[in-house]
């Protein structure tokens, strides 16, 4: 055997991969198809952020892929079919059972509309798929379709239309067999699917809203997708994996919104015994309370407590977290009814109800304080549906993601006010830029994996730390629970959020990142743009791109829409700004779509093509490597098997 120029290594791996093509037929077979592929448009991309919690919009959004499906419709049936009738085929595109049922409802569900509707949706899955290599197709179409399907989409007339009266045939089988419904089902979720290639979810996706776990069950659900942490989704994973502090911050977070489902129904987190310590320990609003008072309940009065001692000794033991200035319990004046901040200030307080709070240990928890984190620590840890909710996250999210050419993160690479990288201390080791977030993924992990308690205090960290990569931000919890004045509410920012608005700090961290500058953008959530306000999403001379556009129903006045979506396909990139989402029901019976602005941006000269991206390089190197293989069979080195 000549194996001449080889290392054992690579001989090791070529036998291997000729287990795959056992012949150099099969090799020439796979280069021709990996090369035909490289020369297809791009796969479509959708990038959404801080979802918050707001399941129907959500749900929206990604059925109608941010307003690309109705786009595709439009063009497909242009001067063809009314604005009504391309309304009423993308509303049973985004929502098949719920309108196969009102049109059942309304005894319209006649053959003449079923034949109808398929022909329709036939016809836009032909176009979707001739993107794509009908290998690719076959693997979307749902499997107890798959033959029906895949020749139902490739009709070519022939002298005497047999094959149009062969798939004519097909189509009058399917409505005698009342399998109609089904195949309608079946082509939406597949035209779904070939409208997006990959899903980009950029960072929060608890908090605030309620439906926080409907999304993560349709997420595990979908096809293609990664996720960047936001701060608020390591918030759930740190508790998740038994943090005190994270899980009475998640607690605090969903009461204040009126969240009690997604604890108690949809993770089984109970909140009894919390709720009767409160009870009996603090005492209720006062009758004509206003401001932050009429808010204290007994129950987030508990909450605070537990919250700002269980920091203060994560503040103590990690002083490389500089945040001593947050050790605020012990410059309580109960008395007096006030607390001196860092800077000197006396603020009155909102309430001098602290039964529990020991002015010479101020963040040491009573034995039945203690009893209650502890249950609590035992219920989320317990949690089976949050548990394979936060693998999913573990296995499909990172902290930041290059592809593309794009880099995405959730928030910020902290930056000094001169735009050199912050040097953090992370465990003794002083780290900055893409090293510094490198760690904070690794830790993470290591939180989940081993729960060890430095790991765990990291996870509160990258919640509400000022140099957290999630986070980025004075986070002022302590003076927004009981200070009415809004001037001590504001929270400073990393200069990163003023620094990127001009290209050379943009340029700097994509070279950081390992990007050329200019070729391609960072894309950031957490921080809400206020488009009411004249605020723009597009900022460096398109460099970054904030998509955060205020998902969360809280945020729409602020904001002045209802949230960004960015899509980049083989022509370009396009951002949709959003407004508010009726509901379900509206789109069911008016075809309500949601209203969006596209601004086009980065068009692309001419399309780009497969080869133009990530995935183009792995299919050169995988046919670089059956080219090795090939020149194997010919010389001898391994012998075909056929």
Known sequence: MNTSGRTDQSLKYLRLLSQQFPTQQAVFTEIINLQAILNLPK??????????????????????????????????????????????????????????????????????????????????????????????????????????????????????????????????????????????????????????????????????????????????????????????????????????????????????????????????????????????????????????????????????????????????????????????????????????????????????????????????????????????????TSADHLRRHVDFLYRHGSMYLVRNRNLLFHGCVPLNEDGTFTSVNCLGTWRSGRDYLDFCDEIARRAWRMRDADALDWMWYLWIGMKSPASGRLVKTFERAYIDDPASWVEPMDPYFELTRDERACDAIMAEFGLAPGEGHIINGHTPVHAAEGEQPIRANGRLLVIDGGFCSAYHPKTGIAGYTLISSSRGCRLKAHQAFESVDAVLARNADIVSETDRFDVAESRRMVGDTDTGVQIREQIRDLHQLLDAYRTGVLEERR
């Open 43 to 380: 796969g479509t991309e959708h990038f959404m952020s801080d979802l918050h919690g707001e399941y129907e919009a959500f749900l929206h959004i990604l059925n109608n892929c941010s307003g690309v499906v109705r786009e595709h419709v439009d063009e497909i049936f242009a001067g063809s079919l009314s604005e009504e009738e391309k309304g009423e085929l993308c509303t049973l595109i985004y929502y098949p059972h719920e309108k196969l049922e009102l049109t059942r409802r309304a005894h319209e569900d006649t053959p003449t509309w079923y034949k109808t509707m398929l022909d329709r949706l036939l016809t836009v899955t032909r176009a979707l798929s001739s993107r794509y290599t009908r290998s690719k197709v076959r693997k979307a179409i749902p499997r107890d379709y798959a033959y029906i399907i895949d020749e139902l989409l490739h009709t070519h007339p022939d002298e005497n239309n047999y094959r149009v009266r062969y798939h004519e045939r097909i189509i009058a089988s399917i409505l005698e067999t009342d399998a109609g419904e089904d195949f309608i089902c079946s082509l939406s979720d597949l035209i779904k699917r070939l409208v997006i290639d990959h899903l980009h979810l950029v960072g929060d996706i608890f908090d605030r809203g309620g439906g926080a776990s409907k999304i993560m069950d349709r997420l595990m659900s979908y096809h293609s997708l990664d996720i960047q942490w936001g701060n608020h989704d390591v918030l759930w994973m740190g508790a998740a994996a038994g943090q005190p502090a994270c899980i009475i911050t998640v607690l605090r977070n969903n009461l204040r919104y009126g969240n009690y489902e997604i604890l108690e129904n949809d993770y089984g987190i109970s909140l009894r015994e919390l709720v009767a310590f409160a009870d009996r320990t603090y005492e209720p609003v006062p009758e004509g309370a206003c401001g932050l008072a009429a808010k204290l309940t007994p129950l987030m009065k508990a909450l605070n407590v537990l919250l700002f001692k269980l920091e203060g000794q994560i503040i103590q033991r990690h002083a490389c977290f500089d945040m001593h200035d947050r050790l605020l319990l012990e410059r309580i004046d109960v008395e007096a009814g006030t607390v001196r901040l860092a800077d000197g200030t006396v603020h009155a307080l909102a309430t001098r109800d602290f039964p529990t709070l020991d002015p010479e240990r101020p963040y040491e928890l009573t034995e039945e304080e203690q009893r209650i984190v502890d249950k609590l620590v035992a219920e989320f």
